[in-house]
């Protein structure tokens, strides 16, 4: 597993469609608590034609053993290609 924060990835101030953009040519699933304006945004990225490695959506009230739990879940149970082009909670709510 590789995570590159925001910061690290110099992120910050970045619109939500470039985000994906990197993201894609990364080959990166998006991690990321923008719930109100991200799943918009992935939805016009899909149309668009463009693919994504996958976007997961974590509510900033989630406790973090919890999300971490469940990242590390998904890494060690699944493919990368089950998550390419979906967008999904975690955990799940």
């Known amino acids: 597993m590789d995570f590159l924060s925001a910061n690290e990835a110099k992120l910050e101030g970045v619109p939500d469609p470039d985000v994906l953009g990197l993201a894609a040519e990364q ?3 998006l991690v990321t608590h923008d719930r109100q304006t ?3 945004h992935f939805a016009d990225f899909l149309l668009s034609g463009r693919s994504c490695p996958g976007v997961f959506l974590v509510s900033q009230h989630a406790p973090i053993g919890e999300v971490i739990d469940a990242l ?3 890494w060690a149970g699944s493919d990368v290609e089950e998550w390419k082009n979906r967008i999904v909670n975690i955990p799940e709510s």
Request: neutral net charge.
């Open 38 to 40: 991200m799943p918009w």
């Open 27 to 29: 080959d990166r699933i």
């Open 72 to 74: 590390v879940l998904i």
